[in-house]
């Protein structure tokens, strides 16, 4: 590149003709701004050379060449603006070619994962006692002895009170058997009238196979008011036997036993899968278990401060493992605990 100011220091026109030819190496912005500084720059540019010569002239040949020189000067630095717009211009789309992106590709993202069979049935459980009206209220996991069984009229020599039932903590601390303590702790805080129902993790010391687990989903219901039938306790039930597996399902009503309703029963709905006619899900009788219920026994109500001469109440619980495993027709409940995504999958929508 030619910037020596004593090549072309009285030819502003031959410094313009030199610029030019240098400014056809120009490829990038860092060639553009070494040509910028050795033509314009205050301290060597040839610019400046150019001017600086000036000082040997005089009269009109110095005015002349002033105007000459300004005119070199402005053609060379509007030529640098254009060099540098058309650099600036191939680095933009250079960039936006290499930043492209192709909005008519399928998007990648991460797979997402389901809800779990178990919560999944959960949900649809207490989508129908909302739906009714009931309030869903939660708990602790870890209960007093009192909560877990005194307050639910359980006798001191029960079976479910011995270690080999129950998950025993330090102290009078135990892991829950089911989720009635809540409804216990929430008598104490509410007067009738109530409706709620109590889902959540409960833990029994059995030894898993097809039908147990220690670990399982419960979800309770309690009614209290001053009118409460065994007729509301069917009514309620029959309608969530409908409501979660058809219209078209009949439930019946066997006699059973619980310390802490009186009287007590079973509730049978037809089978979801058969329909009553027998399979292999119901063993061929038609019907499957569904939960256990009753009207709640006075002494609860005694040990809550409610007058069990002036409010009466049913309660009922299900396991939601086995409400899930007849809806699926799944003979063995610790597939849903296995974590095998084959299995798991199947329930993803």
């Not at 490829?27 to 910028?36: I, K, M, P, S, T």
């Not at 610019?47 to 009109?60: M, P, V």
């Not at 102290?171 to 008598?187: A, E, K, N």
Request: proline share 6%; glycine share 8%; charged share 25%.
């Amino acid at each position: 590149m030619a910037n020596d100011p004593n090549d072309s220091a009285h030819d502003p026109s031959g410094v313009v003709a030199q610029f030019e030819s240098d400014a056809v190496g120009v490829e990038d912005l860092a060639a553009l701004e070494e040509l910028r500084n050795n033509y314009l720059g205050r301290k060597r540019g040839v610019i400046t050379a150019l001017f600086q010569s000036l000082r040997e002239l005089e009269g009109d040949a110095k005015r002349d060449a002033g105007a000459a020189a300004n005119r070199a000067r402005q053609t060379i630095s509007g030529r640098l603006d254009e060099i540098d717009a058309s650099l600036q211009s191939v680095a933009r789309a250079s960039r936006e070619q290499a930043e492209a992106v192709d909005v008519t590709l399928p998007g990648l993202s991460d797979p997402l994962g389901g809800m779990h069979p178990i919560t999944q049935t959960l949900h649809e459980i207490q989508n129908v006692f909302v739906s009714m009206g009931y309030e869903v209220v939660d708990g602790p996991e870890v209960e007093t002895d009192w909560y877990n069984f005194g307050a639910l009229n359980f006798p001191e020599d029960h079976p479910a009170r011995d270690e080999q039932d129950t998950m025993m903590l330090a102290g009078d601390l135990l892991l829950r058997t089911h989720t009635s303590p809540v409804q216990i702790r929430y008598m104490e805080q509410h007067q009738p009238p109530l409706a709620i129902i109590v889902p959540g993790r409960v833990f029994r010391r059995d030894t898993p196979d097809a039908t147990h687990n220690p670990m399982f989903v419960q979800c309770e219901g309690l009614v209290v008011d001053t009118d409460i039938t065994m007729a509301d306790l069917k009514g309620t039930l029959d309608h969530f036997a409908k409501a979660l597996f058809g219209p078209e399902t009949r439930t019946r009503f066997r006699p059973g036993y619980f310390p802490f309703t009186e009287p007590s029963g079973e509730v049978d709905a037809t089978c979801p899968a058969c329909h009553g006619e027998g399979c292999r899900v119901c063993k061929g009788s038609g019907w499957v278990e569904l939960l256990g219920c009753g009207m709640v026994h006075p002494a609860l109500f005694e040990n809550v401060g409610y007058d069990p001469t002036k409010v009466q109440g049913f309660a009922f619980g299900m396991g939601v493992d086995r409400i899930a495993a007849v809806r699926y027709g799944l003979r063995d409940i610790r597939a849903y605990y296995e974590n095998d995504l084959r299995f798991l999958r199947q329930f993803t929508s």
